[in-house]
């Protein structure tokens, strides 16, 4: 696996009512502390949860079998960037224009 840093969006689905035990879970986990987890939000649709990870696919891969090991998702799908097809910040400054 490659050592460069990388992106994944990782789509949870959680057994209905089990928020709190994600919570927890979360947490006693450590991972919004974690470095590699960028972000994690509750929605709604067809997945629960959504977590940013950032880093090596390998820390990202350990993080998100971590991730399953818990009996309340039900399922997860990730969704991994690839190399940059544009720079960002050119094409938010030409938004602006």
């Given at each position: 696996?490659?050592?460069?840093?990388?992106?994944?969006?990782?789509?949870?689905?959680?057994?209905?009512?089990?928020?709190?035990?994600?919570?927890?879970?979360?947490?006693?986990?450590?991972?919004?502390?974690?470095?590699?987890?960028?972000?994690?939000?509750?929605?709604?649709?067809?997945?629960?949860?959504?977590?940013?990870?950032?880093?090596?696919?390998?820390?990202?891969?350990?993080?998100?079998?971590?991730?399953?090991?818990?009996?309340?998702?039900?399922?997860?799908?990730?969704?991994?960037?690839?190399?940059?097809?544009?720079?960002?910040?050119d094409i938010s400054g030409r938004l602006?224009?």
């Amino acid at each position: 696996m490659s050592t460069e840093e990388s992106r994944a969006y990782v789509l949870i689905g959680l057994q209905p009512g089990k928020e709190k035990e994600f919570t927890e879970y979360v947490l006693s986990k450590g991972l919004l502390k974690d470095i590699s987890v960028e972000r994690m939000d509750f929605v709604h649709g067809s997945f629960d949860v959504v977590v940013l990870f950032r880093g090596t696919m390998k820390s990202i891969d350990a993080r998100i079998m971590e991730l399953r090991k818990a009996t309340f998702i039900g399922r997860t799908e990730t969704l991994l960037c690839f190399g940059e097809m544009f720079n960002w910040e050119d094409i938010s400054g030409r938004l602006n224009e």
